[in-house]
């Protein structure tokens, strides 16, 4: 009987202590406070934040993002695959990591995305390789020189990247299958 009576006042504070939180986050690029409520899913709440945003970012909150291996920021970009911010590309980039290798959940859906990336940006995945200097390109060459996924039409790709008339995009058709 003590022990019910026990567990039932546990499940009353706790109760009143999660319907009490009021939940923000600070987007300290928008200087806008973003709430959550507790009946919101997070990605969710994120997703109706970044729709009223033209052309802005769809990582939120990047300060608080561990990139490497962070399947969290690879399934946000294949979800807005179509609508993506070089920021965005930047952020997808820094993800990649040599520590990743043994992750293999990371490695193959990540690749299936670099792909997408590099066919629809191919433009800014270059100048974001060539400018940002933290990026383990070594760790992105590797990839590229592995496609998972059959359906992704090669030729199509280097041509794409020929047109940019790019050293750097000349060396990623040389390392693509």
Request: net charge positive.
């Amino acid at each position: 009987m003590k022990k019910s009576s026990f567990y039932l006042i546990i499940l009353l504070f706790s109760t009143i202590f999660t319907l009490s939180c009021k939940n923000t986050i600070k987007n300290k690029k928008y200087n806008k406070n973003i709430s959550i409520s507790e009946n919101q899913d997070y990605n969710n709440n994120t997703k109706k934040n970044i729709k009223s945003m033209k052309n802005e970012s769809i990582l939120v909150d990047t300060d608080t993002l561990k990139l490497p291996c962070n399947l969290k920021v690879v399934r946000m970009i294949d979800e807005n695959i179509n609508n993506l911010t070089k920021n965005d590309i930047q952020f997808f980039l820094m993800t990649f990591h040599k520590k990743c290798n043994n992750n293999v959940e990371y490695l193959e859906y990540s690749n299936e995305v670099l792909f997408a990336i590099l066919n629809n940006y191919p433009k800014e995945v270059i100048e974001i390789m060539k400018e940002n200097k933290k990026l383990d390109k070594e760790t992105i060459f590797n990839t590229l020189s592995s496609p998972v996924n059959d359906k992704i039409d090669i030729l199509e790709l280097k041509n794409k990247l020929k047109i940019l008339n790019d050293s750097l995009a000349n060396k990623i058709i040389k390392i693509l299958p």
